[in-house]
């Protein structure tokens, strides 16, 4: 335990996530004797990202502006919307160059046991999106665990009733992998995405 502003910068590292105790006295000591100008730099960012970076008012990925890039730009099309769980799923997807329609960020994944339901995520946000008629496909593309995959099935559920074709993610079993060792969900996926030969 150090004194005064050192520790409380141990402190305030090691709040963060992924960031132990060790790391934290790390960090702090780097900081301290790093050059001045660096770290004031990192306290720009730090103070920038709080006053600048809000959330998309039409698909809740972070922005700088009203709308992401993303749904500004004219290019893309307005008839397929891609859910995802978080802003850093956008970026995933995104990298590979693959979808051309927009997004929508639920903010996370239903999960009872930590009380996240239906009404915590922006489900809310996305049915009114869909019921502007524009939308002809809903890929799902929330993660490929329990969570995300109650998520899929339960918007699955509210969506198809509108008409709107929805799609989820394929997912294939490891290859090289033994049955017996996949997970049930991926197994579960395998055999539901099966096609003839
Ligand atoms: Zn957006």
């Not at 994944?109 to 339901?117: C, D, M, R, T």
């Not at 079993?173 to 099966?194: K, M, N, Q, S, W």
């Amino acid at each position: 335990m150090y004194e005064g502003a050192i520790q409380d910068l141990i402190d305030e590292l090691g709040r963060l996530p992924g960031v132990g105790p060790k790391s934290a006295q790390r960090i702090a000591f780097h900081v301290l004797s790093a050059d001045p100008a660096d770290v004031n730099r990192l306290a720009g960012a730090l103070r920038k990202v709080k006053d600048l970076v809000r959330f998309c008012t039409s698909c809740y990925n972070v922005a700088e502006s009203e709308q992401c890039r993303i749904c500004r730009d004219p290019r893309r099309t307005d008839e397929v919307i891609c859910v995802v769980e978080e802003p850093k799923d956008v970026v995933a997807i995104e990298r590979t160059g693959e979808f051309r329609g927009r997004y929508h960020v639920l903010g996370g994944a239903i999960n009872p046991l930590e009380g996240i339901g239906p009404d915590n995520l922006r489900i809310r946000e996305l049915m009114a999106r869909l019921s502007g008629g524009a939308i002809r496909e809903l890929i799902l593309a929330t993660d490929p665990n329990t969570e995300g995959e109650a998520t899929a099935t339960y918007l699955a559920l509210m969506v198809k009733p509108m008409g709107i074709a929805v799609t989820r993610l394929a997912s294939g079993l490891p290859v090289g992998g033994d049955l017996e060792y996949a997970d049930e969900i991926t197994l579960g996926r395998a055999f539901e995405g099966r096609r003839a030969v």
